[in-house]
């Protein structure tokens, strides 16, 4: 059972145009989410992060927007540019007791900014 | 940034063999380390959870005796995977999180991976 989901296998956008990726999640009790690129054969890099606590994080051409109310997630980035093709993760994390906060990961997003 | 190196960032090996992967916390002190294994296509999928100096809990289907964890200082954990098969030939990444300072507590820092080959 995917508890973390990105349904989009794969996006391809203009340069210089906005990219969204979306991503669904199913358990309530996540509260921290967060954005991972990763290029082949390397380890993912965190992009952003938002609390359940707030319903935007922006940093610089990155923006994560969160509905609690319809578990989902998106992540804009404006302008594209043809260096910000990788794929994308999408991954929370809950304060459970025991949880350690562990991430969980969505399936991954192929992003192609073409020029 | 927090810094992640893993050692080797490939390996081939005979199967049967044993296979060493050092994770190491270069500017922070990792509190929890976590490994996770990435087939061709798929998403991250965590292993196993390692605090120092404890012992590393495992998620469900990974076998604890195969996939040896040790986390004895607060920068390196390794990953040991015992008598290897190919089957376990996989993309192996470590990551890692501190109890703040540059690391914030909700966030991992992930090493560049282990290329795993058992022929």
């Known amino acids: 059972d995917q508890q973390v989901k990105q349904n989009s296998p794969s996006l391809s956008v203009q340069e210089g145009r906005i990219s969204i990726l979306n991503c669904d999640y199913t358990?309530?009790?996540?509260?921290?989410f967060l954005w991972y690129k990763k290029y082949p054969a390397e380890g993912p890099t965190f992009l952003i992060s938002?609390?359940?606590?707030?319903d935007k994080n922006e940093d610089g051409r990155f923006t994560v927007f969160l509905n609690k109310s319809a578990k989902h997630l998106s992540l804009h980035i404006v302008p594209s540019q043809p260096g910000d093709s990788a794929v994308y993760f999408c991954a929370a994390s809950s304060g459970v007791s025991g949880s350690a906060r562990q991430l969980t990961f969505g399936s991954g997003t192929q992003l192609t900014v073409l020029p | 940034g927090a810094v992640v190196s893993q050692h080797p960032s490939r390996v081939i090996c005979k199967s049967g063999t044993s296979v060493k992967i050092e994770c190491r916390s270069l500017d922070f002190q990792a509190t929890t380390m976590f490994w996770y294994r990435q087939f061709p296509k798929q998403s991250l999928m965590l292993m196993a959870t390692?605090?120092?100096?404890?012992?590393?809990?495992?998620e469900q289907g990974v076998e604890k005796d195969k996939f040896l964890i040790n986390h004895a200082s607060l920068t390196l954990s390794t990953l040991t995977v015992t008598s290897a098969h190919p089957e376990d030939s996989s993309f192996y990444i470590c990551?890692?999180?501190?109890?703040?300072?540059?690391?914030?507590?909700?966030?991992?820092?992930f090493g560049p991976g282990t290329r795993l080959t058992v022929l």
């Open positions: 390692s605090n120092e100096g404890s012992k590393a809990t495992y």
């Open positions: 358990n309530s009790m996540f509260d921290y």
């Open positions: 990551s890692a999180r501190g109890g703040g300072g540059l690391s914030s507590y909700n966030e991992q820092f």
């Open positions: 938002i609390s359940s606590i707030k």
